[in-house]
């Protein structure tokens, strides 16, 4: 596309245009001003008008459209505002706020001049917010990569360009682009292989992003196009602890996290990524982060996860039974639990027998058909210490955690309080449950 015989307008629309400020891949951006509003502003104008194919500068100026809308939507300081949109004399042009000196995330990424761990994590966490507030909103971004997002002088991020973006607004009626869309660096498995796209497809390729800003190297080189699609599919990225070996253990295990291949296994939000990363440097305020400032309480002490733990944590968080449960009672759970691994048949409980106790089916199915992944089953003899009142075998390969009582009570009474409840309301179902079948089967 030549650019070279671009004039700078006078005015676009209402706007008056001040001066050129950058050429990118889409447009030209200028500095101009709204005379209604009397606030500077920056309007980037299509560049279609040098696209000699007439269908392929319509697709161009239908992505710019959709650029617009899709922008105007969203109001998050870590999301650059739209303001207006137009067409002045066929030249498309969108309005936006200014963000004078602003350079991108492209360019702090150099392995010789990377910033601190604590600066990198902090531009991070701040594209989690904005990302978490367009998912909210119903909007997964599609090409999150470092081109995309600026950096203000104050280190303030904001995402940009959601010209590809998918909508699941109702009354977002443009039509949404398909097939092999986003920038193929950056794109997540489901992604490069056009598989249905969630919001943890976004939390995947802001996990690339992080990837490089601290380690300074993309965690899938290759020589060529189909060797980065082959290896963003099928191979494992080098642990960042190979090129930063100093990096603290539990900040390379959530990056990692991020870049798993089924995105189920991912983060489950942009809410869960930044909550996490909040913790790796807990004395660190985030001056820029837009949420309410949330500091870990000074009386209260997070007992450590093991790095192999930290994956388990994520997982039962994601459990009904050990929801509402305090954090550093999560972390003792997932510190002192049992993981009990079945082969088809194996023996789980036996009927007549007692233990203390509670047992969470994990992976796999059980003989009895209606506890699934994430139920209890052996409340009864953990409650009550009674005899187990069934035997319960594993239908296949199954896991199983098994947490004692004496650990249930090493837990804070809020917490061992909930549990208890959630407890008792399943013995409750089952015994409902078994009673209306049984007033069944007499009756028939």
């Known amino acids: 596309m030549n650019t070279a015989t671009h004039k700078i307008p006078k005015r676009l629309g209402k706007y008056q245009v001040i001066e050129k400020l950058a050429t990118g891949s889409m447009g030209v951006v200028y500095e101009g001003y709204d005379p209604i509003a009397e606030r500077p502003v920056a309007i980037k104008v299509s560049l279609s008008e040098h696209i000699k194919d007439k269908q392929q500068a319509r697709r161009f100026n239908e992505l710019f459209v959709r650029e617009a809308k899709t922008g105007s939507l969203l109001h998050h300081p870590n999301i650059m505002e739209v303001y207006d949109c137009g067409v002045d004399e066929g030249r498309h042009y969108i309005v936006m706020e200014l963000v004078k000196h602003a350079r991108t995330l492209k360019d702090y990424i150099s392995e010789e001049e990377l910033l601190s ?21 119903g909007v997964i971004h599609r090409d999150i990569k470092p081109a995309n997002i600026l950096v203000t002088e104050d280190m303030q991020i904001k995402i940009a360009d959601f010209s590809i973006a998918f909508v699941t607004q109702q009354n977002f009626e443009m039509t949404m682009p398909t097939g092999f869309v986003g920038s193929p660096r950056y794109m997540s498995p489901e992604q490069v292989q056009e598989d249905i796209i969630t ?51 539990n900040l390379a295990s959530y990056i990692l996290h991020a870049l798993k291949k089924d995105p189920s296994k991912r983060f489950k939000s942009a809410a869960e990524m930044s909550k996490y990363l909040r913790r790796v440097f807990p004395s660190q305020k985030g001056k820029k982060l837009v949420e309410e400032n949330v500091e870990p309480k000074s009386d209260v002490v997070l007992p450590m996860v093991s790095e192999q733990n930290l994956e388990l944590l994520m997982m039962i968080q994601r459990l009904g039974i050990f929801s509402d449960l305090e954090e550093a009672d999560l972390r003792l759970i997932c510190n002192d639990c049992l993981r009990l691994n079945f082969n088809d048949g194996d023996l789980i409980t036996q009927q007549g027998e007692r233990d203390d106790g509670l047992y969470i089916l994990f992976t796999g199915k059980l003989s009895i058909d209606d506890i699934n992944v994430g139920d209890s089953f052996g ?66």
């Open 117 to 137: 761990p604590e600066e990198a994590l902090d531009l991070i966490i701040q594209c989690a917010e904005g990302l978490k507030y367009a998912h909210v909103e």
């Open 199 to 249: 919001q943890q497809t976004d939390l995947y390729s802001l996990g690339i992003v992080m990837y490089e800003l601290l380690t300074g190297k993309h965690p899938f080189e290759a020589e060529s196009f189909s060797r980065l699609i082959y290896k963003v599919v099928n191979e494992n990225p080098p642990d960042p602890l190979v090129y930063k070996p100093n990096m603290q253990k």
């Open 379 to 444: 409340e009864v003899a953990c409650l009550s210490s009674m005899a187990h009142p069934t035997s319960i075998k594993s239908n296949g390969k199954t896991e199983v955690l098994q947490i004692k009582k004496e650990l249930i009570s090493q837990l804070s009474f809020l917490s061992q309080a909930v549990l208890y409840r959630r407890l008792a309301e399943m013995v409750s179902k089952r015994l409902i449950k078994k009673n209306n079948e049984t007033s069944v089967s007499e009756l028939s």
